[in-house]
């Protein structure tokens, strides 16, 4: 069995079965006429033989045609001023000291640029290199170089804190120093140590009778020394004023 629009067979054997099957279908109904084409030859020469068909070949796809993209433009290129050839005489700097400011409202009467276009730029040989350096110091590097600024002082180091002593005649065990001139702190025992100008070791009969116990009079710690005293000036005496001498009275001379 052969359709039109078959365009594949395949076949198999089961035991003494041999099995067909086609695509795609064409025995449906009312399609013969168009399914099952008139034969081209006679029958007479049909017999025992097989006509293949071959099938038109299917088109190949037309490709779809991609865009072309257009071409980005090339930027416009900023115009570059051009420095005459005229030499002009260099700009005396500025003095140290002074202000040195670019004037930020500046701009060249040729190519309309502000100070700091010109700061790539040689700002001589032009008409206007005058103006140009007097309002563009800074982009024109004729400043002068910066007034260095004073070291200032180092900052002393804080005094270190003074050590707390014992006022005089109280416990210094702790401290071991006395705050009063000439004093130093005794030991008595293990319990008391007291800051006195002076101690001899053994019972002191001042101390209330319930405290008299032996004193050890070890000095613990340093001493506190005695201050001097100031020296002080004498007064200077005032010197006498002279005395001036009497004036002698004149005597009379003697009557003849």
């Known amino acids: 069995v052969v359709w039109k629009d078959s365009v594949r067979l395949g076949c198999g054997i089961n035991g003494q079965l041999l099995v067909c099957q086609y695509a795609s279908p064409g025995n449906y109904d009312g399609m013969f006429s168009y399914q099952v084409l008139p034969p081209t030859v006679p029958e007479s020469q049909c017999s025992g033989k097989l006509i293949a068909t071959t099938p038109a070949p299917t088109p190949a796809p037309t490709p779809t045609p991609k865009p072309t993209p257009k071409p980005t433009p090339a930027p416009t290129p900023t115009p570059t001023p051009t420095p005459s050839s005229v030499p002009t005489p260099a700009p005396r700097p500025t003095p140290a000291g002074s202000a040195c400011n670019d004037d930020a409202q ?15 730029y040689r700002c001589t040989g032009y008409s206007f290199s005058t103006a140009l350096i007097a309002a563009c110091p800074v982009s024109c590097n004729v400043c002068s170089a910066p007034v260095p600024s004073p070291t200032p002082a180092p900052t002393p180091a804080p005094a270190p804190p003074q050590q707390q002593c014992t006022a005089k005649f109280q416990d210094c065990r702790s401290t071991k120093c006395c705050n009063d001139p000439g004093y130093k702190c005794f030991q008595k025992d293990e319990w008391w140590a007291g800051c006195l100008q002076s101690c001899t070791p053994g019972i002191h009969a001042e101390e209330p009778a319930e405290y008299q116990t032996p004193w050890s009079c070890k000095v613990l710690g340093a001493s506190t020394p005695a201050t001097t005293p100031a020296l002080v000036a004498p007064t200077p005496v005032p010197t006498p004023a002279p005395t001036p001498a009497p004036t002698p009275m004149p005597t009379p001379a003697p009557t003849p």
């Open 106 to 120: 500046y701009r060249d009467p040729t190519y309309g640029d502000s100070c700091s276009k010109w700061k790539s």
